[in-house]
Structure formats: C-alpha cells, structure tokens
C-alpha cells in the first residue's frame, strides 16, 4: 500500500514562494504517474500539475503555468510542487496524488488512486 505524506505548507505573502514536497512509500511508485491537486476553500478539488513515471513529461493548469514547476527524484522518492509568485487565489490544501494506470501523468482526478492527507498553502494579499 503506496503512502504519500506532503509537507511544505504555510503562510506566505503575495509574489513570494513556497516548495512543497511529497514523500512516497511503496515499491513501485516509481512508475507511478504522480499529480499536485488542491482544494480552495468552499470549492471543488481542482487539478494543478502532473509529471510522468520518468519525469520527462508535465502538465500544467493553465492558472499555474509559468509560475509552478512539478519535479520528482525517482532516487529519493519525492515530488516537488515549487510555487513561485504566489497569489491570493493559490490558497487552498494541496494534494499529492499517484495515478497506477496513468504513468504518462493526467489532469484527471479520476485517474488517481492514491492520495495524501494534504497541506494548506495559504497567500496573504
């Protein structure tokens, strides 16, 4: 049983950072297709980012694109979500996620079967 633990999280001002991270237990996780999510508050779980088994391939929201870059280290077992130039409208909980079927990545909410507990990213205006 895959389990991903996210962390990373906080409070940050408008146009500032944040890098989240997400560690994956699991002896195949690796070719795994593995997705950012993230839940505003009073709204639906929305997708933000995917990346391929190898890496090689992501997929972007168009409300993140050019602002966020999602990367994995197959070797250390983590994905990264880094947040740059950060609005008041990125502020939700954020998911990890691992699609098994999907290992080119997907946008599809659907399509991932494993999920973490979250982590909340809130941007002050």
């Known amino acids: 049983q895959e389990q991903l633990v996210e962390s990373g999280g906080g409070l940050v001002q408008a146009g500032g950072s944040l890098k989240l991270s997400c560690a994956v237990s699991g002896s195949s996780w690796s070719a795994y297709g593995m997705g950012w999510f993230r839940q505003p508050p009073g709204k639906e779980r929305e997708f933000v980012a995917a990346?391929?088994?190898?890496?090689?391939?992501?997929y972007y929201a168009d409300s993140v694109k050019g602002r966020f870059t999602i990367s994995r280290d197959n070797a250390k077992n983590t994905v990264s979500l880094q947040m740059n130039s950060l609005k008041p409208e990125d502020t939700a909980v954020y998911y990890c996620a691992a699609s098994i079927r999907m290992i080119a990545g997907t946008w599809e909410i659907g399509d991932y079967d494993y999920w973490g507990q979250g982590t909340q990213v809130t941007v002050s205006s």
């Open positions: 990346v391929s088994w190898s890496g090689g391939g992501t």
